[in-house]
Structures are given as structure tokens and as C-alpha cells.
């Protein structure tokens, strides 16, 4: 019989009140037995006895040659030759005479494994030192450069001791960029830790992995450099970087929503710089008694300071300028200017620019191109070679990869032709592209334009040549008398 809580209620008064069973049960209508089982309140109505059925135990000698079993296998260190419950079984019979059903050691093997191992999952909390350590990390997310949607690769680092946090934004995941992020990343945070920690990526680790991991040789020289011990977590092992790990969500659910809108990637890091500030000013961590800032400053005193010379962490090549006045860097074109033609030059890339020098003078400076095939000009590195070769104006690349079409068709329209259109893209190279479109845009609908006509709005003649003084002078009037009494006059 199914008994509910006000019946329960009734059972528990009546007996409360001195009423014996045999009188509670004709009360109420029910068995005595129902009563017995709940007048005394040792149980209540849906609390159902849980089954148990004791397994067969085994006895002392099986037991201690399963663990002896174990330890074997632990000082072999063989994962492929390790006892397993059937061949345990199997050991028992031919060398105890063991009598019992073989599941009855499978369970016995299952239960002494699981109580002489340590769950895969447990972790161990940590605890670290003011600059002891810093966590970095990669994340993805995507955004609008330019009206263009992208996906970027986020830097993440934070320091183990205040938690404090930096995030950049990368094209790609290169050397380079590895390099440069962690540059950036010991700038912002005014100082260096004694030992970064990051997993095994293929730009820093030549071989090996986790405390056997060995670092490539230019990730090696950086560390020299900047004196911080390299530590690489173990394959599939995020729970060794914990609070890094958390920054790439946190900084992707927070930093990137809505999705960022901006026209270069300079400008989103320097916002990004400016929530980093933003966190370490308001932010305080539920399980910590101070908050960011404050443990920031702490964390700062123990910093190692950042070396005076900047490590060059570059990507450097010295190809020869082409015919076409470009150089060749990773599979991409980047113009000099004509008069280093044929010339061996030095280029230098960085995360997302190249340099170009000769001769220790830098002589062109480019975003850096990804991919392959692509070329990225600059308009005055050509302009002296178009006004010798004029009639190329209007089909040469440079000119249409890099000047608005609606300059170039504004230029269609100039009276001279060929040569006013050169005349006009020396204007651009001289005062920018921008000010020049502000001239059309400010002429009457109605006017042919001339490049004279354009000159004369870059350089407007003052208002007037007079000069407005805000006092007059004062001149004391000379005293005069000496000098008649040395001329004789009276």
C-alpha cells in the first residue's frame, strides 16, 4: 500500500497519542503492518531501501598477487605489456591453484586499479610567486578590417601570481608573430618572469614535448635574451595553463562582442590595449583577496627588467630588386623605390610589416602580405620613373592598384592629357591623396579642372600682407640741450 504524507501524519499523531497499533489500523482503515512500519518514524513513505548484494570477497593471497601484478608493470614502464585482468586470472590458476570464477578477479583487478591510480582528471590547485610565471597562449576570432570579414589569431598572456592580461591581435601564428607577441607582452607588463609557459607549438619546440621538449634555436636565443625559462606543457594538457586558457574565452566573449569593426589592425590592438588596462584596473578574481591592480603592482617588483637592446625578431632575407622595381619575401612582391633597381637589398619581416633597407638606410616600409602571389606597391616609389614614361599612366599598376578610380577618371578629364594626370599623381605623392579629392569635391560641378587649379586650393595666399600690432611703442621724447651748448647755439 502506497502510504502519502497526510496518512503518514495520522500514523505518526495516533501513536504519539498512546493509540496502539491494532487501534491506528482499524482507524484508519489500513494493515497493521503499515502501521508497524511507520508509527515510530524509522522511515518514511518513497524511502526505498537501497539493494546491495555483497560481492564475493576475495581472500588475502589473490589480492596481494593482483598488486604484485601492478607493481611489476609500474617498473617496466611498458603501456602495450601491462597485466590484464584475464591474464591475472590466468597467472592465479597456473601458479595458485585458484579455484573462483574468472569475474569474480576482473571485478577484484577493476576495484585495485582504481584504488591504487589517480584519476586522469584530478588537478592539483596552484599556487605562484610574485614574477614566477607567465601562462601564453593562441585563440581564434573574427572581425571587419576594412569592411572585410576575417579571422585573426589572438595572443594571449597573463601573469600566474596578479592575473593580469594582455591580448593582440596576429595574421598568422608564424615565428615571427610568436616572437613579436611576447615582445609586446613583456613591454606592457614592465618586466620579464622567470619562466613562461606555453604548449608544445611547432615555431618554439624543434622536438620532444612537455619537460622533454627542446626549443628551437631561435626561440632558444630569444629566451637567452630576455633570461626566462621556457616550460612547455603536455599533449592535450590545458588544465597545465588553466588561467591562460580561461583569457582566450574570456577575452573573445568580452573583448570581440559585437564583432570588432576597424580600418586597420594597428587600431584594434591599441583598443584591445586599452581593455587590457580597463580589466587590470577594475577587475578582481572571486578566489583572490586583492584585486588585479593591486596585485599587479606587487607582481611588478619582481619582474626582471626588459633589456635595453630590442631583439630583432624578424625574419630577414637579401633577394635583388627585379625589373619592376619589387623585391621578393615569402612568396610575395614589395616595390622600392626605381633608383634601387638591380641593387641587394635587406628585408625584414615582422608580424604584419616589412622593411626594406639598403645599407643600413630604410627605404620602403609595407604591411605585410599574406598568401602568395601578391604584390603591395607604393605610389612614390614610381613617380620618377612616370614622369619619364608618361604615356604608361593610365595602365600602369602601380597607379591602379593604389589611386582612388575616382582620381583616375578625375584625371581623365585634365585638358594636358598624360602629362597633367603625372603632374597630378605628384601632387598625391607630395600632399596626400586625401587633400587632393577634397579640392574636387570642393569645385564648382561646372569648372574643367587644371592642375594649376589645384595648386592654387593646396596653397591658398595669406588674407593680407599687413601686420597688426596689438600697442603702439612709445618713444620718450630726446633731450637735446647738451648738444646745442656743444654746437654753440643758444
Same mark, same amino acid.
Request: contains cysteine; aromatic residues 10%; proline residues 3%.
Given at each position: 500500500?502506497?502510504?502519502?504524507?497526510?496518512?503518514?501524519?495520522?500514523?505518526?499523531?495516533?501513536?504519539?497519542?498512546?493509540?496502539?497499533?491494532?487501534?491506528?489500523?482499524?482507524?484508519?482503515?489500513?494493515?497493521?503492518? %503499515?502501521?508497524?512500519?511507520?508509527?515510530?518514524?524509522?522511515?518514511?513513505?518513497?524511502?526505498?531501501?537501497?539493494?546491495?548484494?555483497?560481492?564475493?570477497?576475495?581472500?588475502?593471497?589473490?589480492?596481494?598477487?593482483?598488486?604484485?601484478?601492478?607493481?611489476?608493470?609500474?617498473?617496466?614502464?611498458?603501456?602495450?605489456?601491462?597485466?590484464?585482468?584475464?591474464?591475472?586470472?590466468?597467472?592465479?590458476?597456473?601458479?595458485?591453484?585458484?579455484?573462483?570464477?574468472?569475474?569474480?578477479?576482473?571485478?577484484?583487478?577493476?576495484?585495485?586499479? #582504481?584504488?591504487?591510480?589517480?584519476?586522469?582528471?584530478?588537478?592539483?590547485?596552484?599556487?605562484?610567486?610574485?614574477?614566477?610565471?607567465?601562462?601564453?597562449?593562441?585563440?581564434?576570432?573574427?572581425?571587419?578590417?576594412?569592411?572585410?570579414?576575417?579571422?585573426?589569431?589572438?595572443?594571449?598572456?597573463?601573469?600566474?601570481?596578479?592575473?593580469?592580461?594582455?591580448?593582440?591581435?596576429?595574421?598568422?601564428?608564424?615565428?615571427?608573430?610568436?616572437?613579436?607577441?611576447?615582445?609586446?607582452?613583456?613591454?606592457?607588463?614592465?618586466?620579464?618572469?622567470?619562466?613562461?609557459?606555453?604548449?608544445?607549438?611547432?615555431?618554439?619546440?624543434?622536438?620532444?614535448?612537455?619537460?622533454?621538449?627542446?626549443?628551437?634555436?631561435?626561440?632558444?636565443?630569444?629566451?637567452?635574451?630576455?633570461?626566462?625559462? %621556457?616550460?612547455?606543457?603536455?599533449?592535450?594538457?590545458?588544465?597545465?595553463?588553466?588561467?591562460?586558457?580561461?583569457?582566450?574565452?574570456?577575452?573573445?566573449?568580452?573583448?570581440?562582442?559585437?564583432?570588432? #569593426?576597424?580600418?586597420?589592425?594597428?587600431?584594434?590592438?591599441?583598443?584591445?590595449?586599452?581593455?587590457?588596462?580597463?580589466?587590470?584596473?577594475?577587475?578582481?578574481?572571486?578566489?583572490?583577496?586583492?584585486?588585479?591592480?593591486?596585485?599587479?603592482?606587487?607582481?611588478?617588483?619582481?619582474?626582471?627588467?626588459?633589456?635595453?637592446?630590442?631583439?630583432?625578431?624578424?625574419?630577414?632575407?637579401?633577394?635583388?630588386?627585379?625589373?619592376?622595381?619589387?623585391?621578393?619575401?615569402?612568396?610575395?612582391?614589395?616595390?622600392?623605390?626605381?633608383?634601387?633597381?638591380?641593387? %641587394?637589398?635587406?628585408?625584414?619581416?615582422?608580424?604584419?610589416?616589412?622593411?626594406?633597407?639598403?645599407?643600413?638606410?630604410?627605404?620602403?616600409?609595407?604591411?605585410?602580405?599574406?598568401?602568395?602571389?601578391?604584390?603591395?606597391?607604393?605610389?612614390?616609389?614610381?613617380?620618377?620613373?612616370?614622369?619619364?614614361?608618361?604615356?604608361?599612366?593610365?595602365?600602369? #599598376?602601380?597607379?591602379?592598384?593604389?589611386?582612388?578610380?575616382?582620381?583616375?577618371?578625375?584625371?581623365?578629364?585634365?585638358?594636358?592629357?598624360?602629362?597633367?594626370?603625372?603632374?597630378?599623381?605628384?601632387?598625391?605623392?607630395?600632399?596626400?591623396?586625401?587633400?587632393?579629392?577634397?579640392?574636387?569635391?570642393?569645385? @564648382?560641378?561646372?569648372?574643367?579642372?587644371?592642375?594649376?587649379?589645384?595648386?592654387?586650393?593646396?596653397?591658398? @595666399?595669406?588674407?593680407?600682407?599687413?601686420?597688426?600690432?596689438?600697442?603702439?611703442?612709445?618713444?620718450?621724447?630726446?633731450?637735446?640741450?647738451?648738444?646745442?651748448?656743444?654746437?654753440?647755439?643758444?
Amino acid at each position: 500500500m502506497k502510504v502519502e504524507m497526510d496518512m503518514y501524519y495520522l500514523i505518526r499523531s495516533h501513536h504519539n497519542d498512546g493509540m496502539s497499533i491494532r487501534t491506528i489500523a482499524k482507524t484508519l482503515g489500513i494493515s497493521r503492518q %503499515t502501521v508497524t512500519k511507520y508509527c515510530d518514524g524509522t522511515t518514511i513513505p518513497g524511502n526505498r531501501k537501497e539493494y546491495h548484494r555483497d560481492s564475493t570477497i576475495i581472500t588475502d593471497e589473490p589480492r596481494e598477487f593482483i598488486l604484485s601484478c601492478f607493481r611489476e608493470d609500474e617498473q617496466e614502464g611498458l603501456a602495450k605489456q601491462r597485466h590484464t585482468a584475464k591474464r591475472i586470472y590466468d597467472r592465479l590458476v597456473a601458479e595458485k591453484g585458484f579455484t573462483g570464477g574468472e569475474s569474480t578477479i576482473r571485478k577484484a583487478v577493476n576495484d585495485l586499479r #582504481k584504488e591504487h591510480s589517480v584519476h586522469p582528471q584530478a588537478d592539483i590547485p596552484l599556487e605562484y610567486d610574485p614574477g614566477d610565471a607567465i601562462q601564453i597562449d593562441w585563440g581564434e576570432c573574427t572581425v571587419y578590417l576594412n569592411g572585410t570579414k576575417q579571422k585573426l589569431y589572438s595572443f594571449c598572456g597573463r601573469l600566474c601570481y596578479s592575473c593580469d592580461i594582455f591580448v593582440q591581435l596576429f595574421y598568422t601564428q608564424n615565428l615571427e608573430s610568436f616572437l613579436e607577441a611576447q615582445q609586446r607582452m613583456f613591454d606592457y607588463f614592465g618586466g620579464v618572469p622567470n619562466r613562461l609557459i606555453s604548449d608544445n607549438a611547432k615555431v618554439a619546440v624543434r622536438e620532444g614535448f612537455g619537460k622533454h621538449a627542446i626549443a628551437t634555436d631561435g626561440y632558444a636565443a630569444f629566451a637567452a635574451h630576455y633570461a626566462f625559462q %621556457t616550460d612547455f606543457c603536455n599533449i592535450a594538457s590545458g588544465n597545465e595553463k588553466g588561467l591562460v586558457e580561461n583569457l582566450v574565452g574570456y577575452s573573445r566573449r568580452n573583448f570581440m562582442v559585437p564583432v570588432p #569593426k576597424a580600418k586597420s589592425l594597428e587600431e584594434l590592438n591599441a583598443k584591445l590595449i586599452e581593455d587590457c588596462l580597463n580589466y587590470r584596473k577594475t577587475h578582481k578574481v572571486q578566489s583572490r583577496t586583492i584585486s588585479v591592480n593591486e596585485a599587479y603592482h606587487e607582481e611588478q617588483l619582481y619582474l626582471h627588467s626588459v633589456p635595453v637592446y630590442r631583439y630583432d625578431t624578424s625574419r630577414t632575407a637579401t633577394p635583388e630588386v627585379g625589373d619592376y622595381s619589387t623585391v621578393r619575401f615569402e612568396k610575395n612582391n614589395y616595390s622600392v623605390p626605381v633608383r634601387y633597381l638591380r641593387r %641587394t637589398v635587406t628585408v625584414k619581416g615582422y608580424a604584419d610589416k616589412v622593411l626594406i633597407m639598403y645599407n643600413g638606410k630604410l627605404i620602403a616600409t609595407h604591411d605585410r602580405l599574406f598568401g602568395s602571389g601578391k604584390t603591395s606597391y607604393r605610389l612614390e616609389h614610381y613617380i620618377d620613373l612616370l614622369e619619364r614614361k608618361q604615356r604608361s599612366v593610365f595602365q600602369a #599598376k602601380p597607379v591602379r592598384d593604389m589611386v582612388a578610380e575616382e582620381l583616375i577618371d578625375w584625371g581623365k578629364k585634365l585638358p594636358g592629357g598624360n602629362s597633367e594626370m603625372v603632374k597630378l599623381l605628384r601632387l598625391c605623392v607630395d600632399h596626400g591623396e586625401e587633400k587632393i579629392l577634397a579640392v574636387k569635391h570642393s569645385l @564648382p560641378s561646372g569648372i574643367i579642372p587644371t592642375v594649376d587649379i589645384i595648386r592654387t586650393h593646396l596653397h591658398k @595666399p595669406a588674407e593680407t600682407n599687413l601686420i597688426h600690432m596689438s600697442n603702439d611703442i612709445e618713444v620718450a621724447d630726446p633731450d637735446l640741450v647738451r648738444f646745442d651748448k656743444k654746437c654753440g647755439v643758444s
